[in-house]
């Protein structure tokens, strides 16, 4: 089955505490993207991938990483998460950048940062 | 710069009835898809439907349609019969070609009522 995992699904945390968000897609999709949803503000995007190796900044970038080593996994990680971090976050992925490409996205994780 | 305005922050609609979710974008491209996701109290996103701005024909996928009125820039999701399931919050969001990400309103609660 086509799909997008991630993985917690929830996770509560405590400020500076270094956590890792997974994300892997199986459709060889070389467009992968991280988001974030905040109540009254939809999605706004973190970071994406265009391939492996090859990552920039999206709307909201401060005070998270990412890296793709593999063309499946694009993890997210918080190296010192604080309580405005606490929000639902999405990967997604597709297979272009044109405008018809569908996202495909993971089911969230759900954050806490306390 | 893209824009999605989703008017809208809540609606309630007997079951059955039909029900309009607004939508209107701000672009400047030529060539740019709109989307729309439904996002159940779980919280997954699920894709509903498509239309390309070259598009001349309406979408539609069985109970959900959109009007496309590109002149007014405007792409609002029509449902059909609606379905105590349709109640979850709806989101409007727009690519533009060439893009690295979706462009996100604010959502739409709907709430159908038995």
């Known amino acids: 089955e086509a799909q997008v995992t991630q993985n917690p699904r929830y996770l509560i945390t405590v400020t500076g505490k270094k956590l890792t968000v997974t994300c892997s897609q199986n459709?060889?999709?070389?467009?992968m993207s991280w988001y974030r949803q905040d109540p009254g503000l939809g999605l706004r995007q973190i970071y994406y991938?265009?391939?492996?190796?090859?990552?920039d900044k999206g709307d909201v970038p401060e005070g998270y990483k990412v890296s793709r080593k593999e063309k499946r996994n694009f993890p997210l990680i918080l190296e010192s998460p604080s309580p405005n971090q606490t929000s639902l976050y999405f990967c997604?992925?597709?297979?272009?950048?044109?405008?018809?490409?569908?996202?495909?996205f993971g089911p969230g994780t759900r954050l806490t940062v306390l | 710069a893209q824009k999605i305005t989703q008017t809208q922050p809540g609606m309630f609609v007997q079951e059955k009835e039909a029900v309009t979710l607004d939508c209107t974008y701000d672009?400047?491209?030529?060539?740019?898809?709109l989307f729309w996701y439904k996002q159940p109290s779980s919280g997954e996103m699920i894709f509903l439907i498509y239309q390309g701005s070259y598009d001349e024909q309406n979408a539609t996928e069985g109970r959900y349609s959109l009007n496309f009125q590109k002149a007014r820039k405007s792409a609002n999701l029509v449902i059909s019969a609606s379905q105590l399931g349709d109640s979850a919050m709806y989101f409007c969001a727009m690519r533009e070609g060439g893009a690295q990400k979706l462009v996100f309103g604010q959502g739409t609660r709907l709430t159908i009522n038995p």
């Open positions: 672009t400047s491209d030529q060539s740019y898809g």
């Open positions: 991938s265009m391939n492996v190796e090859v990552t």
């Open positions: 997604a992925s597709s297979s272009g950048v044109s405008s018809y490409n569908e996202q495909f």
């Open positions: 459709m060889n999709h070389e467009y």
